[in-house]
């Protein structure tokens, strides 16, 4: 769709193929990095951990975030995005299995931009990532803080 990169935050080895299965079958063709953990993705935007040598030079278009992480949950991956200036305007998309109104809440309290539950249907999954893709990648505008010097 264009070069904005996509971060997949995501534990789940099927929903992770699933998710790029969905992104290629809709013709979204940009570079997608996946963490998959909380501990990964900080990590990885922070330029810490074994990223400690390589900061991003382009921060992602958007986030993919699961809740459900191991080491590191989603919602406290999204507290920390959110008080680093670096992270705070970055868009993220909660992409989870979680049915827990709490969750839901949470998420929106600690500043997501949207909060989207798979679909169990793959056809469904298709469609949300579509216009996930289309809205996301295509439509909404980055602050211009997306890329870093």
Do not use: C
């Not at 769709?1 to 099927?14: G, Q």
């Not at 995005?81 to 909660?94: Q, S």
């Not at 996301?136 to 211009?144: A, G, Q, V, Y």
């Amino acid at each position: 769709m264009n070069n904005k990169i996509i971060m997949l935050v995501e534990d789940n080895p099927d929903d992770e193929a699933l998710t790029l299965r969905a992104l290629k079958k809709n013709n979204i063709v940009n570079d997608v990095v996946i963490a998959r953990d909380g501990v990964e993705a900080l990590n990885y935007l922070f330029a810490e951990g074994k990223n400690a040598q390589h900061r991003p030079r382009i921060m992602p278009g958007v986030i993919l975030l699961d809740l459900k992480l191991p080491k590191l949950d989603g919602l406290e991956v999204l507290r920390r995005l959110r008080v680093n200036p670096l992270t705070a305007l970055l868009p993220v998309v909660i992409l989870t299995s979680s049915r827990e109104e709490q969750d839901l809440v949470n998420s929106y309290r600690l500043g997501a931009n949207s909060y989207i539950r798979k679909p169990v249907d793959f056809m469904q999954f298709l469609e949300a990532v579509r216009q996930l893709g289309i809205y996301w990648l295509l439509i909404n505008e980055t602050p211009p803080q997306g890329r870093i010097n």
